[in-house]
């Protein structure tokens, strides 16, 4: 009996043993039961044990198959879908490399060939001075690009044209792919898979040249389509009108245009170019849109209002597309220009002289906006409140146009200059014919604008830019928003005027998109006010701006800074007239096409900290340029004008653009590296003892509390504490112990962190940086801080002042004291591991 039972125990062992091995195999399922699956996965990746079961109990095809296997199939399920993902995205990143390279190696090749050149003209040169009856010989670039200035009078067949467009394609191919030109490196732009393209800027050539290249996922005839497209990528580009247009064989064509280019400033007259553009495609594939000049103004309708508008040339120009393998485009750009700088102040003349404005306005600019245009077709950009990329991008180009029509003011768009006695500071024009509104019944007699041009000194545009982005209260008028609000809404809604209205001062910045580099941010501004009347106490009060902010960053490499807006409704649609006003800030370097990419500011120009590598003397360079920097600012207020009012809205816009003048005045001196400890307080620097030993508090106190040192051992003395604290990896932040608390000092990656400067920074409360979930769990350990000393924050989501979000690993909260007094002085914040997502 006894061995029966041990049979049937073991037979019973591996029944249970067989059981749970067939529970285990794999299962083969049907298609219906595929299909099943497959509907669950696509609403829910990753169902619950509950939810496996609901579906085994819901499908009979499925109630045979155990829960365990379920579970397994929904694993592989998303195994295979992460490796499919994963290996789209390598093949992606593989074509890109492979394209790439094959640019590099071409440049490459260029390059050699330019070294062979340059070394054979020294070696001729050399023997020309040697030989004392040879006249000095000119081998330089110039010879190479000099091109015979053709007449449209001497080309008035296509025949003639044709001869013209194709010794243009060969010049032109011969900057863009060979050694034409002397192209050197732009400083700050890195070549690599990620970045934005090669580029190239000419030292030596006639006129202003730069050279662009990149990869980009678009076929070539889109490129085309969109380069050829120039207003609506060009912002300085007012129009373009093509007065004839021919087959020149082989599948080309041959155009003739008139474009006419915007003014940046008051100061200066607006330019215009009367080409030749010449459209083909080479027996390799590639297409080509090269463009050149031609003397002779042509009769067409837009030359009656030339007047205002200095002729300037092409020099053959254009864009090589080549397709690549596996979809995509490799994209040369030339743009070689004669601005005819001697018709512009001397003060503006490196605008006009200088090859790394064009790169920066123009051959930049196409590449850029031809790479948005791909990541908005493929669906990587998402912006929000529902709006659409274009309609977005529709909304910038109508704020910088409306700005730009209301610097130049054209005559033809009915802007006249309102006289006055003397000089006057503040131009004011008024356009009778404008009508910014949509309604038949408008309200408004037209558009008077204020306008006014000045020269900053040692001011960094993309700081100047921040603080007024940032500090609207410092310069803005609110019951002056109000009324070109109100009476812009007034005149398109038949709404009735402004009411009395007290507003706060504060802003609220709501963000609806930005390009691909964030160097161009489109953002809803709403200012907050208050009904001063009980019975209007539930109606609001708020303005709404809608506001385009670009070049905010100093180390990016961009033409001008600018913040212009326009006041819209609060909900504003697509076609929503916009009055745009605002600043452009637009850097004047004295060295033409020479880039400091080491400008300190801020604590760390205080600091005297320069590159990481070079001599004394170069950091010395460094710190003298960037004292020496100067810009042009050019203001322009836009305010709806009733008939009957011309001279108390004239008189009003006057007066008030003199006033942000003189707040601009007194914010760029508090700015500007040498004004900071008169108007900022007291200046962290070096020889400040402040400084000094705020960060010797900071590092003592963390030793106090952590039990471990922030910084590394050798930072011994007190200059050393101070520059390697500034330079931490981690975000570390200190805050005042008021009431309402703000931060008072922030390392290199706090600010980098917040998006701020040191003059911004006191303004920022602690609350504004966290989200509900950071503040909630910095209020259940403020008491356990406050006991012990310090405390860890676990991982969370932050904002930065340009509102975008930012997470981090940890962050640790100190209380600092004052070494002598033993008293608290403030709290220190040190994010870990943090990243902008």
Known sequence: MAMVGQMMQRENSSGSINKHLDSGKYVRYTTEQVEALERVYSECPKPSSLRRQQLIRECPILSHIEPKQIKVWFQNRRCREKQRKESTRLQSVNRKLTAMNKLLMEENDRLQKQVSQLVCENTYMRQQLQSVSAPNADASCESAVSAPHHSLRDANNPAGLVSIAEETLAEFLAKATGTAVDWVQLPGMKPGPDSVGIFAISQSCSGVAARACGLVSLEPTKIAEILKDRPSWYRDCRSVEVFTMFPAGNGGTVELLYTQTYAPTTLAPARDF????????????????????????????????ASQFVRADILPSGYLIRPCEGGGSIIHIV????????SVPEVLRPLYESSKVVAQKITISALRYIRQIAQETSGEVVYSLGRQPAVLRTFSQRLIRGFNDAINGFNDDGWSILSSEGAEDVTIAINSAKNPTTSS?????????????????????AVLVRFLREHRSEWADFNIDAYAAASLKASTYGCTGIRATRFTGSQIIMPLGHTIEHEEMLEVIRLEGQPLNHEDAFASRDIHLLQMCSGVDENAVGACS????????????????????GFRIIPLHSKPDVLNTHKTLDLTSSLEVGPTSGSAAENAESSSSSRNTRSVLTIAFQFPLESNLHENVAAMARQYVRSVISSVQRAAIAISPSGLSSSVGPR???????????????????????????????????DSVLKTLWHHQDAILCCSLKAVPVFIFANQAGLDMLETTLVALQDITLDKIFDDLGRKALFSEFAKIMQQGFGYLPGGICMSTMGRHISYEQAVVWKVFEAEQNTMHCLAFSFVNWLFV
């Open 274 to 305: 009367w080409t030749l553009r010449y459209t083909t495609t080479l027996q390799n594939g590639s297409l080509v849109v090269c463009e050149r000049s031609l003397s002779g103004s042509g009769a067409g309708p837009s030359v009656a209002a």
């Open 335 to 342: 743009d070689h220009l004669n601005l005819q700088a001697w």
């Open 441 to 461: 019944n408008s309200l408004l007699g037209g558009v008077l604008c204020a306008k006014a041009s000045m020269l900053l000194q040692n001011v960094p545009p």
């Open 562 to 581: 600018e913040l212009i807006f326009a006041p819209i409704d609060e909900m504003f649609p697509d076609d929503s007239p916009l009055l745009p006003s």
């Open 684 to 718: 962290l620097s070096a020889a400040s003892p402040e400084a000094l030993t705020l960060a010797n508090w900071i590092c003592q106190s963390y030793s106090c509390h952590v039990g471990s040192e922030l910084l590394r051992a050798e930072s011994s003395s007190s």
